[in-house]
């Protein structure tokens, strides 16, 4: 069993940063892949951001590519979004899940966070 909690969310302006954190418990968190996904309003679930346990692999979604980077302290148990260039687009309750095997391209997760909400001004 794996249980992940998400934070860091807040309120922004468009053009700031955040940086979102997910820690991870359970006896081999580390070794799980990890992904976030992001839900607006009225909309479904998106992928947002995929890790390999190593932290060797990464994929990002076309719409965050080149502003936002996932990254892993497998030390801490924790993985980390941080979002440069926020746009109003990007608010959204942020979601941190965990599969154990790396597949960028999969929405099926094994384990998943109760989410952060992120909301960027215009």
């Known amino acids: 069993q794996v249980q992940l909690k998400e934070s860091g969310g807040g309120l922004v302006q468009a053009g700031g940063s955040l940086r979102l954190s997910c820690a991870a418990s359970?006896?081999?968190?580390?070794?799980?892949?990890k992904g976030w996904f992001r839900q607006a309003p009225g909309k479904e679930r998106e992928f947002v951001a995929a890790?390999?346990?190593?932290?060797?692999?990464?994929y990002y979604a076309d719409s965050v590519k080149g502003r936002f980077t996932i990254s892993r302290d497998n030390a801490k148990n924790t993985v980390y979004l941080q979002m440069n260039s926020l746009k109003p687009e990007d608010t959204a309750v942020y979601y941190c899940a965990a599969r154990e095997d790396y597949d960028p391209r999969s929405m099926q997760y094994d384990y998943w966070g109760q989410g952060t909400q992120v909301t960027v001004s215009s």
């Open positions: 890790i390999s346990w190593s932290g060797g692999s990464t």
């Open positions: 359970g006896r081999t968190s580390s070794s799980y892949a």
